[in-house]
């Protein structure tokens, strides 16, 4: 009777021996899938943190459950990293907020610009009132800049390209109106009407608009040491931008003519 006693509680021993490797596979599985979720969302120091945890449990004896959570759950969800969705939204905003500041700027400077290129045309429109300019000289607010028109009767006589006489008095007195500060991009052009020339200095209406052109801005230069000529350049138009019908001769005298364009100072800064 004992000996059948004795070999039951030994069978009943070895039956239960199963349960330790079992649950300790258990605890390795579990420890794994968490490891496998914490290192998809979580950044590297959280990672870290969690691979002490489970340093210690595997050390210690301590079962999973049994172990306290490391950090409260919304420290836990704090170092989430952001994913590419988020930088772009980031990156997007900083953009448009960058843009919005430029566009700010922008309307500012353009203002200002205005205001500098106004104050020239009144310095401009008091000279050609007090030197009885009306008619020959007109000054005008366009999106390029403050253009400046000379009749071309009023610095050249006809068919011709130097200025001399009381024409070269005038081209040296609005060198002076051209001094600002900070300096612009002037461009000086030359325009003809559509009669063909007839002299044998100029094979074109072309040539002759340009070398008015050259003339007027090497007068300028030449007898103003305040004005820099990297700042200048000139452009012969010829007969091809009229501004009225070559068809009267009223039309064609407004177009003989000599154009002074003071660029805004934005525009200037951008070429240099």
């Known amino acids: 009777m004992s000996r059948r006693k004795k070999k039951k509680r030994e069978e009943e021993h070895i039956s239960e021996s199963w349960l330790i490797p079992y649950a300790d596979i258990l605890t390795l599985l579990l420890a794994l899938f968490i490891v496998l979720f914490a290192s998809?969302?979580?950044?590297?120091?959280?990672?870290?943190?969690?691979?002490?945890?489970?340093?210690?449990?595997?050390?210690?004896?301590?079962?999973?459950?049994?172990?306290?959570?490391?950090?409260?759950?919304?420290?836990?969800?704090?170092?989430?990293?952001?994913?590419?969705?988020?930088?772009?939204?980031?990156?997007?905003?900083?953009?448009?907020?960058?843009?919005?500041?430029?566009?700010?700027?922008?309307?500012?400077?353009?203002?200002?610009?205005?205001?500098?290129?106004?104050?020239?045309?009144?310095?401009?429109?008091?000279?050609?009132?007090?030197?009885?300019?009306?008619?020959?000289?007109?000054?005008?607010?366009?999106?390029?800049?403050?253009?400046?028109?000379?009749?071309?009767?009023?610095?050249?006589?006809?068919?011709?390209?130097?200025?001399t006489g009381n024409n070269l008095k005038i081209a040296k007195e609005l060198s002076n109106l051209l001094i600002m500060d900070p300096p612009r991009n002037i461009i000086i052009s030359g325009h003809t009407d559509n009669v063909p020339i007839r002299n044998s200095n100029f094979e074109s209406n072309w040539e002759l608009s340009v070398t008015r052109a050259y003339n007027f801005m090497k007068i300028i230069l030449n007898n103003n040491h305040e004005l820099n000529p990297r700042n200048f350049s000139v452009k012969g138009y010829g007969e091809y931008q009229p501004i009225a019908s070559n068809a009267t001769e009223e039309g064609r005298a407004k177009n003989r003519r000599v154009e002074v364009l003071i660029q805004p100072r934005i525009k200037s800064e951008a070429n240099n």
């Open 40 to 163: 998809s969302t979580v950044n590297s120091q959280k990672f870290q943190q969690m691979s002490k945890v489970f340093n210690g449990i595997f050390s210690s004896g301590v079962g999973i459950m049994d172990y306290s959570n490391p950090q409260p759950e919304d420290n836990f969800h704090s170092g989430v990293s952001k994913t590419a969705t988020d930088v772009d939204k980031e990156k997007e905003n900083d953009k448009k907020a960058a843009e919005e500041e430029l566009k700010k700027n922008l309307e500012k400077l353009k203002l200002e610009d205005h205001e500098e290129l106004v104050k020239v045309q009144a310095k401009v429109n008091t000279y050609i009132k007090a030197n009885h300019l009306n008619g020959k000289f007109a000054t005008s607010l366009t999106s390029e800049g403050l253009l400046l028109t000379i009749r071309d009767n009023v610095l050249f006589d006809s068919g011709k390209a130097n200025i």
